[in-house]
Each structure stands twice: as structure tokens, then as C-alpha cells.
């Protein structure tokens, strides 16, 4: 039964890409809920038809362009992570679905279908990229170490946060081999997996944002927690670190 209901889902998150493929090639209606935060037609239409597929599933649906149910038996979307890059024609974005039973991850999927890169996890049973399977970097030289970040929304208008932004670059960009800033923190989350990157980390995320790849990053034999080194709580963690292990500790020392 529960392989049976991963791939249902799977193969509901497959056709959605074809929606998210013809907004990527195409003219897109753009607005803002921020300064910066954009939204098109596409994040619309792919969560609309992915909360309506979902229906047949017993679970309540957290998604980011509409109301919040309650968390618990849950599946959390995001229609578009990376909505500028998708509005820019950047393929840099994806489909995040993260699937929750009793407030823990069962299930998790990030799928890029303008690159077909669709990367799953299965909790206890490892993460998969395209069906093969994946394992964090065993570089453990910090110096060595590729680490993605992001810089959020509310550097527009929030000093303290763009501060802290530029603090933590200072501290981590000598330190580390370099620092890739590419937009989409689900496909960041699913590079430190796949051990592209050594580490990864982020202020302000959403749910929606982290839930798939947070089972990734684990089940392909990394950490994820918060800047201070303890369980990372989606819903209240201001910043989220996630790493191939190795070099955990020496990223959160720095941040």
C-alpha cells in the first residue's frame, strides 16, 4: 500500500510538470505579494491542480498560494520553488511535494521537469535521483566545501535580516571553497543530497520550501538542523543548515 500511494503521487506530480513546462516556455502573467516575492498564473494553476488530485489521499494540504490547513497527516506544496527563476526563464526551480504522517516525513519529492531531474526520498529506504541512488559528499575539509545559501525576501525592507545576510557571508566565504546563491532552496536542499554541495544554509524559508528535501538530505546520509545545532522545527526556525555531516559543525561555528 505504501509503495502504491508513492507512486500515485509521483505520478501526479509528473503531470503537473507539464503545466509547469508550458508556463516556463511561454509569457507569464507576474505579480508581487512583496517588494521582491513574485507569483505567476503557473503557481496558481500547478497548486490548484495538484490540491485537487490530492483529494483522493487522506490528508489535510498546506500550499503556499492558499490557506493553511492543519499539520498533521499532511502533504505540504510547493507549486513553484524558485518562482523568479522560473519568471525569468532560469531552470533553477522546481516542485516541491513533502508527504507527513503524524508530523513526520514519509514521503518526499522535488522534481525540476524543465532539466527532468526528479529527486524522491521514502523514509527508512533511502533518496533517489531519476531512480538512482544518491548519498551526500564524504569531503569532510571545510576549505573544500561548497556551500549554497539564499538571501531572503525581507532584505528589502528588514535591516537586521540583510545584516545578518552579510555577516554570515563574511564569516563563511573565506573560509569555505565558495558559496552558490541559485534561488530555489528545495533543489539546493536535494544538491547537498546528491553531494554537490557540502552544505546549505538559509534564513526565513517556509514549510513549503524545506519539507520535501529535509527527508532527502536525510535519507541520503546527511544532518540538517538549526543555526544552533538542535532540531530543526520548520514552522518556527528562523535559519536551517544542512550538511553532509562531515562538516556540520565547522558551518555552524561560522554562522
Known amino acids: 500500500m505504501r509503495i502504491k500511494e508513492f507512486e500515485e503521487i509521483k505520478s501526479i506530480i509528473i503531470k503537473a510538470g507539464e503545466i509547469f513546462k508550458e ?17 505567476t498564473e503557473y503557481d496558481v494553476k500547478i ?3 495538484l490540491k485537487e488530485e490530492f483529494k483522493k489521499f487522506d490528508y489535510s494540504i498546506i500550499a503556499e498560494e492558499s490557506v493553511k490547513d492543519k499539520f498533521g497527516n499532511s502533504i505540504i506544496i510547493d507549486p513553484i520553488d524558485g518562482t523568479t527563476n522560473f519568471a525569468h526563464q532560469i531552470p533553477h526551480c522546481a516542485i516541491s511535494v513533502g508527504v507527513y504522517e503524524n508530523k513526520k516525513p ?24 531519476n531512480g538512482k ?6 569531503n569532510d575539509y571545510f576549505q573544500r566545501a561548497l556551500i549554497g545559501t539564499g538571501f ?15 555577516n554570515r557571508l563574511h564569516n563563511v566565504l573565506p573560509k ?15 544538491y547537498v543530497a546528491e553531494g554537490k554541495y557540502e552544505g546549505f544554509y538559509e534564513i526565513n524559508l517556509k514549510p513549503w ?44 561555528s561560522l554562522l
Open 106 to 129: 514519509k514521503f518526499a519529492f522535488v522534481y525540476n521537469p524543465v532539466l527532468n531531474e526528479f529527486y524522491t526520498a521514502v523514509a527508512g529506504e533511502g533518496a533517489y535521483k
Open 176 to 190: 569555505c571553497q565558495d558559496i552558490r546563491r541559485l534561488g530555489s532552496a528545495a533543489l539546493d536542499l536535494c
Open 23 to 39: 508556463g516556463f516556455y511561454s509569457s507569464k502573467e507576474i505579480t508581487l505579494k512583496g517588494k521582491k516575492d513574485l507569483v
Open 152 to 166: 531572503p525576501y525581507s532584505s528589502a525592507d528588514n535591516t537586521e535580516d540583510l545584516d545578518l545576510v552579510i
Open 209 to 252: 520550501d524545506v519539507s520535501a528535501g529535509i527527508l532527502i538530505v536525510n535519507e541520503a546520509g546527511g544532518k540538517v538542523t538549526n543555526d544552533r545545532g538542535g532540531e530543526f522545527d520548520m514552522f518556527n526556525d528562523k535559519c536551517i543548515v544542512a550538511t553532509n555531516d562531515l562538516i556540520h559543525e565547522d558551518l555552524l
Open 133 to 138: 541512488k544518491i548519498n551526500v559528499s564524504k
Open 47 to 49: 497548486e490548484e491542480f
